[in-house]
């Protein structure tokens, strides 16, 4: 998810049961009044009032149950919840993402919120998402935003080039490489693509070719880089040295750093998340003309579903007032506006037809949407050292393939012999 950091998994020395016993010094009761925190990583303005206008409304509507915004960080937002789980502060709700909540849950410090869950909400996400968030018929987490990896491309190129603009439902990688190479020309490259932090992109995608990465067989898990793990991989590697149809210097950028570029023109093409569609919106100027292409595609067109969460805390000596607020949270009309702030796929099947209404599938929306329906768990969201493979493994590994500095052979072996390292 976007601006995500992950800190090296840390060792929460204190159990559950103990710092349940503190309780939450987040939450309180004066006069018959309960008040909860709420810790919210969203910074987009449009999404942070969004989010105020829902605490806004609750709180007009549960006068004996307020809720507190508090301004939380994605960049810190794993470090400062081991700290606050260890010395039992954690707030009542915490805003986060799957892949970073496992560890916890599995610790025991989220409460389960199946209680609080409405049929309504439970039934309106798709299950596969609600997979992210479960484990042993517990929910640990209400997810609430999705996003998936798509093509931006510059539709003036497009025309210039006499490229055909892609129909259906999904673009084959062959189709999308046959692309990029039709649009690099000596003034511009067919494709820009920021993979300075290439790690979540590669396992997301890597399901478009059934490559799993994380195989786990009772208590022992294992990563594994076959065939189908190295299509993404191999695939980006050739269109930058062999089709020489992604600029080599854009690799080692940001997705953000990319993105002038392509207003630019220097580039007909970028691969980015979906989110950032708003920035295009908000910095090309009004000349700029561009689209959405359908979802990459392999053997199938799934991407890892990384969403969003919302997650109570064990702690808190509130937690179905708490849970009751995710719920809330959760509504149809609630997601749409969230959603809008950032440019991220709603879970919810209601929700995501009220962003279509609403926006009338305008700057890409259609496209976006339609990706939502792909996204499925994978297995490195239930794997509790994944954020310490990812950052010290696979991050680095990645990229030297892609700044040509090994082979395939070598990132496979690199990628696998480093799980035995931090948690194999």
Not at 101 to 115: H, R, V, W, Y
Not at 190 to 212: R, Y
Not at 275 to 284: E, F, G, N, S, T
């Amino acid at each position: 998810m976007r601006t995500r950091r992950f800190a090296a998994a840390a060792a929460l020395a204190v159990t559950a049961a103990t710092l349940a016993a503190c309780g939450s010094s987040d939450s309180g009761s004066t006069g018959g009044t309960i008040t909860l925190k709420f810790q919210s990583l969203a910074f987009q303005q449009p999404t942070v009032a969004a989010s105020k206008k829902i605490v806004a409304d609750w709180n007009a509507a549960h006068p004996k149950i307020q809720v507190q915004y508090i301004q939380g960080s994605w960049d810190s937002v794993h470090d400062q919840l081991v700290t606050q789980f260890q010395g039992g502060s954690a707030p009542d709700i915490i805003h986060d993402e799957s892949a970073d909540i496992a560890g916890f849950a599995k610790q025991g410090f989220l409460a389960d919120l199946a209680p609080q869950i409405s049929g309504e909400v439970k039934s309106s996400i798709p299950d596969g998402v609600w997979q992210t968030v479960s484990a042993d018929g517990k929910i640990y987490g209400g997810p609430t935003l999705l996003q998936s990896y798509v093509v931006f491309v510059n539709t003036d190129l497009l025309k210039q080039a006499g490229v055909t603009m892609p129909t259906g439902s999904t673009l084959s990688w062959d189709s999308f490489q046959a692309m990029a190479k039709s649009l690099t020309t000596p003034k511009h490259y067919g494709v820009g693509w920021g993979l300075k932090s290439p790690t979540a992109s590669v396992l997301s995608m890597g399901l478009n070719f059934d490559g799993k990465f994380f195989y786990t067989e009772g208590d022992k898990t294992t990563v594994k880089v076959d065939a189908a793990e190295q299509e993404v991989p191999r695939r980006i590697h050739d269109m930058i040295y062999t089709d020489k149809s992604i600029d080599p210097t854009s690799v080692s950028q940001s997705g953000g750093d990319v993105l002038p570029g392509f207003y630019a023109g220097k580039y007909a093409m970028t691969v980015q998340g979906s989110y950032a569609a708003q920035q295009i919106v908000a910095d090309a100027k009004p000349s700029f003309h561009w689209a959405v292409l359908p979802i990459l595609a392999g053997t199938s067109a799934h991407q890892a579903a990384d969403p969003q969460t919302l997650s109570v805390s064990a702690q808190s000596k509130h937690v179905a007032e708490a849970g009751q607020f995710v719920n809330y949270f959760l509504a149809a009309d609630n997601l749409a506006a969230v959603a809008q702030g950032d440019w991220l796929i709603p879970t919810s099947a209601a929700a995501q037809s009220a962003v279509a209404k609403q926006t009338g599938g305008k700057d890409g929306w259609t496209a976006t949407l339609a990706t939502g329906s792909q996204l499925t768990e994978a297995p490195f969201q239930q794997v509790a050292d994944y954020p310490k493979w990812k950052d010290q493994i696979a991050t680095p590994a990645l990229q030297q393939y892609f700044a040509n500095k090994i082979d395939l052979a070598t990132l496979s072996s690199k990628l696998s012999d480093g799980w035995t390292q931090v948690g194999g």
